[in-house]
Protein backbone atom coordinates (compact mmCIF):
# COMPACT_ATOMS: atom_id res chain seq x y z
CA UNK A 1 0.00 0.00 0.00
CA UNK A 2 1.25 3.14 -1.00
CA UNK A 3 2.11 5.55 2.00
CA UNK A 4 0.37 8.56 2.56
CA UNK A 5 2.98 11.42 3.05
CA UNK A 6 2.03 15.07 4.24
CA UNK A 7 4.29 17.44 3.67
CA UNK A 8 5.71 20.61 5.97
CA UNK A 9 2.92 23.27 5.20
CA UNK A 10 0.03 20.72 5.83
CA UNK A 11 1.14 20.24 9.19
CA UNK A 12 1.39 23.50 10.31
CA UNK A 13 -1.65 24.16 9.00
CA UNK A 14 -3.43 21.61 11.33
CA UNK A 15 -1.11 22.78 14.09
CA UNK A 16 -3.34 26.45 13.26
CA UNK A 17 -6.46 24.21 13.37
CA UNK A 18 -6.25 22.61 16.64
CA UNK A 19 -4.76 25.51 18.09
CA UNK A 20 -8.00 27.36 17.26
CA UNK A 21 -10.20 24.81 18.00
CA UNK A 22 -8.86 24.50 21.76
CA UNK A 23 -8.73 28.87 22.82
CA UNK A 24 -12.21 28.72 20.89
CA UNK A 25 -13.80 25.55 22.49
CA UNK A 26 -12.74 26.72 26.07
CA UNK A 27 -15.70 28.84 27.13
CA UNK A 28 -18.47 27.86 23.91
CA UNK A 29 -21.32 27.67 26.35
CA UNK A 30 -20.04 30.12 29.28
CA UNK A 31 -22.25 32.80 27.52
CA UNK A 32 -26.34 33.47 27.58
CA UNK A 33 -27.93 31.98 24.69
CA UNK A 34 -29.63 35.11 23.30
CA UNK A 35 -31.22 37.29 20.66
CA UNK A 36 -30.16 35.97 17.21
CA UNK A 37 -29.01 32.56 18.50
CA UNK A 38 -32.37 31.47 20.68
CA UNK A 39 -33.95 32.88 17.07
CA UNK A 40 -31.91 30.21 14.91
CA UNK A 41 -32.04 27.65 17.37
CA UNK A 42 -35.74 27.70 17.29
CA UNK A 43 -36.48 27.97 13.10
CA UNK A 44 -33.83 24.78 13.10
CA UNK A 45 -36.14 22.69 15.04
CA UNK A 46 -38.70 23.21 12.28
CA UNK A 47 -39.21 21.10 9.33
CA UNK A 48 -37.30 21.90 6.28
CA UNK A 49 -39.81 23.01 4.95
CA UNK A 50 -41.45 25.36 7.38
CA UNK A 51 -37.90 26.87 8.15
CA UNK A 52 -37.07 27.31 4.59
CA UNK A 53 -40.78 29.42 4.43
CA UNK A 54 -40.24 31.13 7.30
CA UNK A 55 -36.68 32.22 7.09
CA UNK A 56 -36.93 33.35 3.09
CA UNK A 57 -38.93 36.61 4.61
CA UNK A 58 -35.73 37.16 7.13
CA UNK A 59 -32.31 38.57 6.71
CA UNK A 60 -30.37 35.56 5.67
CA UNK A 61 -30.89 33.02 3.73
CA UNK A 62 -31.21 29.39 5.14
CA UNK A 63 -28.66 27.91 4.71
CA UNK A 64 -27.06 27.64 7.76
CA UNK A 65 -30.27 27.13 9.88
CA UNK A 66 -30.51 23.85 7.53
CA UNK A 67 -27.46 22.50 8.70
CA UNK A 68 -28.07 23.46 12.31
CA UNK A 69 -31.52 21.27 11.83
CA UNK A 70 -29.66 18.30 11.10
CA UNK A 71 -27.07 19.09 14.03
CA UNK A 72 -29.32 19.68 16.31
CA UNK A 73 -31.55 16.30 15.87
CA UNK A 74 -28.67 14.35 16.63
CA UNK A 75 -26.84 16.51 19.25
CA UNK A 76 -29.79 19.06 21.00
CA UNK A 77 -30.19 22.26 21.67
CA UNK A 78 -27.29 23.02 24.74
CA UNK A 79 -25.30 26.01 24.42
CA UNK A 80 -22.27 23.65 24.02
CA UNK A 81 -24.20 21.51 21.00
CA UNK A 82 -25.44 24.36 19.01
CA UNK A 83 -22.49 26.83 19.23
CA UNK A 84 -20.29 24.08 18.27
CA UNK A 85 -20.90 23.85 14.60
CA UNK A 86 -19.40 27.40 14.72
CA UNK A 87 -16.48 26.87 16.41
CA UNK A 88 -15.30 23.97 14.09
CA UNK A 89 -16.07 26.41 10.77
CA UNK A 90 -14.45 29.00 12.72
CA UNK A 91 -11.11 26.41 13.49
CA UNK A 92 -11.21 25.40 9.85
CA UNK A 93 -10.92 28.93 8.42
CA UNK A 94 -7.68 29.36 9.55
CA UNK A 95 -6.08 26.16 8.02
CA UNK A 96 -7.32 28.19 4.69
CA UNK A 97 -5.92 31.41 5.67
CA UNK A 98 -2.91 30.10 5.89
CA UNK A 99 -2.20 28.00 2.82
CA UNK A 100 -3.60 31.11 0.87
CA UNK A 101 -0.29 32.39 2.39
CA UNK A 102 2.03 29.53 1.96
CA UNK A 103 0.33 29.09 -1.69
CA UNK A 104 0.54 32.38 -3.05
CA UNK A 105 2.60 34.43 -1.02
CA UNK A 106 5.15 33.27 1.56
CA UNK A 107 5.11 31.04 4.67
CA UNK A 108 5.53 34.42 6.66
CA UNK A 109 2.64 36.15 5.29
CA UNK A 110 0.49 32.79 6.04
CA UNK A 111 2.14 32.45 9.79
CA UNK A 112 1.05 36.49 10.20
CA UNK A 113 -2.06 36.13 8.55
CA UNK A 114 -3.11 32.85 10.50
CA UNK A 115 -1.72 34.76 13.71
CA UNK A 116 -3.58 37.63 13.89
CA UNK A 117 -7.00 35.85 12.89
CA UNK A 118 -6.03 33.64 15.82
CA UNK A 119 -5.66 36.23 18.22
CA UNK A 120 -8.75 37.71 17.33
CA UNK A 121 -11.20 38.66 20.20
CA UNK A 122 -13.62 39.70 17.21
CA UNK A 123 -13.35 35.93 15.35
CA UNK A 124 -13.65 34.22 18.34
CA UNK A 125 -16.99 36.40 19.78
CA UNK A 126 -18.47 34.75 16.84
CA UNK A 127 -17.03 31.08 16.91
CA UNK A 128 -19.18 31.04 20.67
CA UNK A 129 -22.06 32.70 18.72
CA UNK A 130 -24.56 29.71 17.06
CA UNK A 131 -25.05 31.64 13.97
CA UNK A 132 -24.15 32.16 10.66
CA UNK A 133 -21.04 34.25 10.43
CA UNK A 134 -18.43 32.19 11.64
CA UNK A 135 -19.48 29.62 8.06
CA UNK A 136 -20.00 32.65 6.04
CA UNK A 137 -16.31 33.98 6.92
CA UNK A 138 -15.03 30.21 5.93
CA UNK A 139 -17.14 30.01 3.09
CA UNK A 140 -15.57 33.62 2.05
CA UNK A 141 -12.27 32.46 2.71
CA UNK A 142 -12.00 29.02 1.06
CA UNK A 143 -13.81 30.69 -2.33
CA UNK A 144 -10.90 33.23 -2.46
CA UNK A 145 -7.83 30.54 -2.03
CA UNK A 146 -10.18 28.65 -5.38
CA UNK A 147 -10.48 32.01 -6.87
CA UNK A 148 -6.71 32.16 -6.69
CA UNK A 149 -6.38 28.34 -7.72
CA UNK A 150 -8.13 29.07 -10.78
CA UNK A 151 -6.13 31.96 -11.81
CA UNK A 152 -3.14 29.41 -12.78
CA UNK A 153 -4.12 29.90 -16.29
CA UNK A 154 -4.70 26.14 -16.63
CA UNK A 155 -8.63 24.81 -17.55
CA UNK A 156 -9.38 22.55 -14.74
CA UNK A 157 -13.10 21.55 -14.54
CA UNK A 158 -12.78 20.55 -10.96
CA UNK A 159 -11.73 23.66 -9.97
CA UNK A 160 -14.39 25.84 -12.26
CA UNK A 161 -17.21 23.55 -10.15
CA UNK A 162 -15.45 23.82 -7.16
CA UNK A 163 -15.46 27.51 -7.19
CA UNK A 164 -19.17 27.24 -8.51
CA UNK A 165 -20.04 25.23 -5.53
CA UNK A 166 -18.41 27.64 -2.84
CA UNK A 167 -19.99 30.83 -4.13
CA UNK A 168 -23.32 29.58 -4.35
CA UNK A 169 -23.27 28.00 -0.47
CA UNK A 170 -21.88 31.46 0.04
CA UNK A 171 -25.23 33.46 -1.32
CA UNK A 172 -27.40 30.78 0.20
CA UNK A 173 -25.72 31.49 3.59
CA UNK A 174 -25.44 35.18 3.62
CA UNK A 175 -26.74 38.34 1.44
CA UNK A 176 -23.49 39.79 1.70
CA UNK A 177 -22.09 37.20 -0.49
CA UNK A 178 -23.35 39.23 -3.46
CA UNK A 179 -20.45 41.28 -1.89
CA UNK A 180 -17.48 38.62 -2.25
CA UNK A 181 -18.99 37.91 -5.95
CA UNK A 182 -18.58 41.53 -6.58
CA UNK A 183 -14.93 41.83 -5.43
CA UNK A 184 -14.27 38.87 -7.95
CA UNK A 185 -15.59 40.43 -10.58
CA UNK A 186 -14.07 43.64 -9.79
CA UNK A 187 -10.71 41.89 -10.36
CA UNK A 188 -11.46 41.17 -13.71
CA UNK A 189 -12.03 44.48 -14.26
CA UNK A 190 -8.96 46.17 -12.86
CA UNK A 191 -6.55 43.56 -12.73
CA UNK A 192 -4.69 42.73 -16.58
CA UNK A 193 -3.70 38.92 -15.66
CA UNK A 194 -7.61 37.86 -14.20
CA UNK A 195 -8.74 39.79 -17.27
CA UNK A 196 -7.38 37.54 -19.90
CA UNK A 197 -8.05 34.33 -17.35
CA UNK A 198 -11.86 35.49 -17.43
CA UNK A 199 -13.48 34.15 -20.53
CA UNK A 200 -11.05 30.86 -20.62
CA UNK A 201 -12.28 29.75 -17.07
CA UNK A 202 -13.38 31.99 -14.50
CA UNK A 203 -16.86 33.15 -16.91
CA UNK A 204 -18.04 29.13 -16.43
CA UNK A 205 -17.53 29.34 -12.91
CA UNK A 206 -19.69 32.29 -12.37
CA UNK A 207 -22.16 30.89 -15.16
CA UNK A 208 -22.92 27.94 -12.93
CA UNK A 209 -23.10 29.87 -9.78
CA UNK A 210 -25.85 31.43 -11.51
CA UNK A 211 -27.85 28.58 -12.16
CA UNK A 212 -27.38 27.32 -8.34
CA UNK A 213 -28.70 30.74 -7.49
CA UNK A 214 -31.38 31.12 -9.56
CA UNK A 215 -34.04 29.41 -7.31
CA UNK A 216 -33.67 31.69 -4.57
CA UNK A 217 -32.96 34.97 -7.06
CA UNK A 218 -36.93 35.79 -6.36
CA UNK A 219 -36.60 35.61 -2.62
CA UNK A 220 -33.15 37.56 -2.84
CA UNK A 221 -35.12 40.49 -5.10
CA UNK A 222 -38.00 40.08 -2.98
CA UNK A 223 -36.39 40.93 0.29
CA UNK A 224 -33.81 43.55 -0.86
CA UNK A 225 -37.00 45.44 -2.17
CA UNK A 226 -38.76 45.01 1.24
CA UNK A 227 -35.66 46.74 2.88
CA UNK A 228 -35.78 49.37 0.12
CA UNK A 229 -39.71 50.05 1.34
CA UNK A 230 -39.54 49.67 4.92
CA UNK A 231 -36.16 50.22 5.96
CA UNK A 232 -33.66 48.86 8.66
CA UNK A 233 -33.77 49.17 12.69
CA UNK A 234 -29.99 50.42 11.46
CA UNK A 235 -29.02 54.37 11.30
CA UNK A 236 -27.16 56.17 8.16
CA UNK A 237 -23.46 56.43 9.15
CA UNK A 238 -22.27 59.35 10.62
CA UNK A 239 -19.22 60.45 9.20
CA UNK A 240 -16.20 57.58 9.38
CA UNK A 241 -16.60 56.51 12.96
CA UNK A 242 -18.48 53.01 11.90
CA UNK A 243 -15.08 52.17 9.48
CA UNK A 244 -13.02 53.09 12.57
CA UNK A 245 -15.64 51.09 15.16
CA UNK A 246 -14.88 48.19 13.08
CA UNK A 247 -11.08 48.07 12.73
CA UNK A 248 -11.20 48.39 16.67
CA UNK A 249 -13.18 45.32 16.74
CA UNK A 250 -10.77 43.52 14.33
CA UNK A 251 -7.35 44.77 15.95
CA UNK A 252 -8.54 44.06 20.08
CA UNK A 253 -8.03 47.56 21.38
CA UNK A 254 -8.41 51.09 20.43
CA UNK A 255 -4.87 51.71 20.45
CA UNK A 256 -3.56 48.77 18.89
CA UNK A 257 -6.05 49.81 15.91
CA UNK A 258 -4.46 52.98 15.74
CA UNK A 259 -1.12 51.80 15.39
CA UNK A 260 -2.28 48.97 12.90
CA UNK A 261 -3.85 51.96 10.56
CA UNK A 262 -0.18 53.75 10.70
CA UNK A 263 1.08 50.42 9.50
CA UNK A 264 -0.99 50.27 6.82
CA UNK A 265 -0.55 53.99 5.86
CA UNK A 266 3.56 53.96 5.88
CA UNK A 267 3.28 50.39 3.81
CA UNK A 268 1.31 52.09 1.23
CA UNK A 269 3.44 55.22 0.75
CA UNK A 270 6.14 53.32 0.90
CA UNK A 271 5.32 50.75 -1.77
CA UNK A 272 4.18 53.81 -4.05
CA UNK A 273 7.11 55.71 -3.20
CA UNK A 274 9.49 52.74 -4.04
CA UNK A 275 7.87 52.20 -7.37
CA UNK A 276 6.79 48.51 -6.69
CA UNK A 277 3.53 48.39 -8.02
CA UNK A 278 5.14 46.55 -11.25
CA UNK A 279 6.07 43.51 -9.61
CA UNK A 280 3.15 43.22 -7.33
CA UNK A 281 0.81 39.92 -8.26
CA UNK A 282 -2.10 39.51 -9.49
CA UNK A 283 -3.31 37.85 -5.89
CA UNK A 284 -1.94 40.45 -3.95
CA UNK A 285 -4.00 43.03 -6.07
CA UNK A 286 -6.84 41.06 -4.73
CA UNK A 287 -5.83 41.26 -1.08
CA UNK A 288 -5.74 44.70 -1.54
CA UNK A 289 -8.62 45.36 -2.46
CA UNK A 290 -10.45 42.50 -0.24
CA UNK A 291 -10.52 44.16 2.94
CA UNK A 292 -11.45 48.24 1.47
CA UNK A 293 -13.78 47.58 -0.99
CA UNK A 294 -15.75 45.54 1.23
CA UNK A 295 -15.92 47.61 3.29
CA UNK A 296 -16.52 50.98 1.61
CA UNK A 297 -19.02 49.40 -0.41
CA UNK A 298 -21.26 48.53 2.22
CA UNK A 299 -20.54 51.96 4.03
CA UNK A 300 -21.68 54.15 0.74
CA UNK A 301 -24.30 52.11 0.10
CA UNK A 302 -25.70 52.44 3.75
CA UNK A 303 -26.13 56.15 2.74
CA UNK A 304 -29.22 55.15 0.52
CA UNK A 305 -30.09 51.97 2.87
CA UNK A 306 -28.53 51.64 6.36
CA UNK A 307 -26.84 47.65 6.48
CA UNK A 308 -23.25 48.62 7.94
CA UNK A 309 -22.79 46.64 10.81
CA UNK A 310 -19.80 45.14 12.08
CA UNK A 311 -21.11 41.42 12.08
CA UNK A 312 -22.34 41.27 8.55
CA UNK A 313 -18.54 42.79 7.59
CA UNK A 314 -16.93 39.91 9.59
CA UNK A 315 -15.54 38.12 6.17
CA UNK A 316 -13.66 41.59 5.34
CA UNK A 317 -11.26 41.31 8.22
CA UNK A 318 -9.39 38.35 6.96
CA UNK A 319 -8.82 41.04 3.82
CA UNK A 320 -7.33 43.10 6.67
CA UNK A 321 -5.60 40.62 8.43
CA UNK A 322 -3.73 40.04 5.48
CA UNK A 323 -3.02 43.64 4.52
CA UNK A 324 -1.61 43.95 7.79
CA UNK A 325 0.92 40.93 7.07
CA UNK A 326 1.71 42.67 3.70
CA UNK A 327 2.24 45.66 5.47
CA UNK A 328 5.02 44.22 8.15
CA UNK A 329 6.49 42.59 5.07
CA UNK A 330 7.09 45.15 2.98
CA UNK A 331 10.26 45.92 5.61
CA UNK A 332 12.09 42.47 4.84
CA UNK A 333 14.54 44.40 3.70
CA UNK A 334 15.59 45.69 7.21
CA UNK A 335 14.88 42.38 8.95
CA UNK A 336 15.40 43.86 12.55
CA UNK A 337 12.85 46.33 11.63
CA UNK A 338 10.06 43.55 10.55
CA UNK A 339 11.24 41.87 13.95
CA UNK A 340 9.76 44.17 15.48
CA UNK A 341 6.10 45.37 14.22
CA UNK A 342 5.69 41.23 14.01
CA UNK A 343 6.55 41.42 17.64
CA UNK A 344 4.75 44.56 18.23
CA UNK A 345 1.49 43.52 16.43
CA UNK A 346 1.38 40.05 17.71
CA UNK A 347 1.95 40.74 20.96
CA UNK A 348 -0.75 43.73 21.67
CA UNK A 349 -3.16 40.93 20.07
CA UNK A 350 -1.80 38.84 22.02
CA UNK A 351 -1.87 40.65 25.29
CA UNK A 352 -5.30 42.05 25.11
CA UNK A 353 -6.99 38.45 23.96
CA UNK A 354 -9.82 37.41 25.50
CA UNK A 355 -11.19 33.65 25.35
CA UNK A 356 -14.46 34.26 26.59
CA UNK A 357 -15.83 37.29 25.28
CA UNK A 358 -18.92 38.63 26.60
CA UNK A 359 -22.03 39.29 24.97
CA UNK A 360 -23.19 41.34 27.86
CA UNK A 361 -26.69 39.79 27.65
CA UNK A 362 -27.33 38.68 31.57
CA UNK A 363 -30.85 37.08 30.41
CA UNK A 364 -30.45 33.21 31.98
CA UNK A 365 -30.00 35.52 35.53
CA UNK A 366 -32.66 37.59 34.69
CA UNK A 367 -35.27 34.52 33.89
CA UNK A 368 -34.38 32.59 37.13
CA UNK A 369 -35.17 36.17 39.01
CA UNK A 370 -38.43 36.13 37.18
CA UNK A 371 -39.53 32.42 38.12
CA UNK A 372 -38.76 32.85 41.76
CA UNK A 373 -41.16 36.07 41.87
CA UNK A 374 -43.48 33.76 40.13
CA UNK A 375 -43.01 31.12 42.96
CA UNK A 376 -44.19 33.80 45.63
CA UNK A 377 -47.16 34.71 44.00
CA UNK A 378 -49.96 35.03 40.92
CA UNK A 379 -48.26 36.78 38.61
CA UNK A 380 -48.63 38.12 35.15
CA UNK A 381 -45.43 38.87 32.44
CA UNK A 382 -45.27 41.14 29.68
CA UNK A 383 -41.88 41.67 28.07
CA UNK A 384 -41.18 44.07 25.12
CA UNK A 385 -39.54 44.19 22.91
CA UNK A 386 -41.80 41.18 21.63
CA UNK A 387 -39.39 38.99 19.77
CA UNK A 388 -37.28 39.06 23.61
CA UNK A 389 -39.51 35.49 24.29
CA UNK A 390 -37.12 32.80 22.35
CA UNK A 391 -34.55 34.24 24.43
CA UNK A 392 -36.70 33.99 27.65
CA UNK A 393 -38.20 30.55 26.97
CA UNK A 394 -35.10 29.18 25.93
CA UNK A 395 -33.53 29.68 29.76
CA UNK A 396 -37.04 29.68 31.24
CA UNK A 397 -37.99 25.66 30.14
CA UNK A 398 -36.22 24.16 27.59
CA UNK A 399 -38.78 21.96 27.06
CA UNK A 400 -40.92 24.58 25.85
CA UNK A 401 -38.37 25.16 23.30
CA UNK A 402 -37.73 22.00 22.15
CA UNK A 403 -41.72 22.31 21.15
CA UNK A 404 -40.48 24.27 18.35
CA UNK A 405 -40.65 21.66 15.60
CA UNK A 406 -45.10 21.07 16.68
CA UNK A 407 -45.79 25.18 15.60
CA UNK A 408 -46.12 26.50 12.06
CA UNK A 409 -44.45 29.73 12.56
CA UNK A 410 -43.29 32.45 15.45
CA UNK A 411 -47.25 33.47 15.81
CA UNK A 412 -48.34 29.93 16.99
CA UNK A 413 -45.58 29.71 19.50
CA UNK A 414 -46.61 33.32 21.18
CA UNK A 415 -50.15 31.53 21.98
CA UNK A 416 -48.86 29.14 24.00
CA UNK A 417 -46.94 31.78 26.07
CA UNK A 418 -49.89 33.78 25.88
CA UNK A 419 -52.01 30.65 27.87
CA UNK A 420 -49.26 30.51 30.12
CA UNK A 421 -49.50 34.12 30.95
CA UNK A 422 -46.79 35.46 29.27
CA UNK A 423 -47.28 38.46 27.14
CA UNK A 424 -44.94 39.41 24.06
CA UNK A 425 -45.71 43.02 23.22
CA UNK A 426 -44.97 46.09 21.10
CA UNK A 427 -46.67 48.66 22.88
CA UNK A 428 -49.01 49.83 25.14
CA UNK A 429 -51.90 48.58 23.45
CA UNK A 430 -50.70 45.20 24.64
CA UNK A 431 -51.47 45.64 27.98
CA UNK A 432 -55.60 44.12 28.90
CA UNK A 433 -56.17 45.62 32.33
CA UNK A 434 -59.31 43.47 32.63
CA UNK A 435 -57.15 40.95 32.90
CA UNK A 436 -54.04 42.35 34.37
CA UNK A 437 -56.94 42.55 37.64
CA UNK A 438 -56.98 39.17 38.15
CA UNK A 439 -53.45 38.75 39.00
CA UNK A 440 -51.52 39.64 42.33
CA UNK A 441 -48.24 41.48 40.44
CA UNK A 442 -47.37 42.35 37.07
CA UNK A 443 -43.65 42.04 35.91
CA UNK A 444 -42.36 43.88 33.01
CA UNK A 445 -39.57 42.97 31.29
CA UNK A 446 -37.90 45.89 29.18
CA UNK A 447 -35.00 44.90 27.17
CA UNK A 448 -34.31 48.48 25.76
CA UNK A 449 -37.89 48.52 23.77
CA UNK A 450 -37.68 51.87 23.74
CA UNK A 451 -34.75 51.48 20.98
CA UNK A 452 -36.88 49.10 19.21
CA UNK A 453 -40.44 50.39 19.53
CA UNK A 454 -39.74 54.18 20.05
CA UNK A 455 -42.60 55.82 22.30
CA UNK A 456 -44.07 52.51 22.79
CA UNK A 457 -45.66 53.92 25.92
CA UNK A 458 -45.55 50.58 27.96
CA UNK A 459 -43.50 51.92 31.00
CA UNK A 460 -45.50 55.19 31.94
CA UNK A 461 -49.53 53.52 31.37
CA UNK A 462 -47.81 50.84 33.64
CA UNK A 463 -46.62 53.26 36.39
CA UNK A 464 -50.16 55.93 35.94
CA UNK A 465 -52.20 52.35 36.23
CA UNK A 466 -50.57 50.54 39.17
CA UNK A 467 -47.96 50.90 41.98
CA UNK A 468 -44.41 49.72 41.04
CA UNK A 469 -42.95 47.82 43.96
CA UNK A 470 -39.46 46.79 42.68
CA UNK A 471 -36.86 46.93 39.91
CA UNK A 472 -33.96 45.15 38.95
CA UNK A 473 -31.31 45.26 36.34
CA UNK A 474 -29.61 42.90 34.69
CA UNK A 475 -26.53 43.33 31.96
CA UNK A 476 -26.93 45.32 29.99
CA UNK A 477 -30.07 45.64 28.16
CA UNK A 478 -32.91 44.18 30.90
CA UNK A 479 -34.81 45.96 33.29
CA UNK A 480 -37.52 43.73 35.69
CA UNK A 481 -40.08 45.98 37.21
CA UNK A 482 -43.05 44.84 39.35
CA UNK A 483 -45.86 46.48 39.81
CA UNK A 484 -48.61 45.38 42.23
Request: net charge positive.
Amino acid sequence: MKKIQINQNTWIGLFWVGLNFVSKVLFLSKQNVVGDEAFSIFYAQMSIPHLFGELVKGNNPPLYEIILHGWTFVFGISPMSVRFLSCVFASITVYIIYQIGVQFFSKRIGLLAAGFYTLSNFFIFFSHEARVYALFALLTTWSFLLFFKLGDGQKNYRRIFLLALVNSLLLYSHYFGTVVIFIQGLAFILIRGYRILFLKSYLWSYLITAGFYLPYAGYFLNRLNSVHQDGTWLKPPNGLEPIYALVVKMSNAPVIAVFFLLILVIALIKTIRSKRLESISKEQYVIFIWFPVSVLLVFLFSFVMPLFLNRYLLYSGIGFYFLLAFSIEIWRERSYLRSILTFLCLGGMLFTIDLNPSNHREVKSMVSYVKELNKESNNIVFMCPDYLHLSYVYHHSRDWFNRAEDFQNDEAFKEVLREENIFPISSSKGLDFNKIKTFDKVIYIDAAANFSYPNNAILPTLEDSLKLIGKNHFETLFDVYVFE
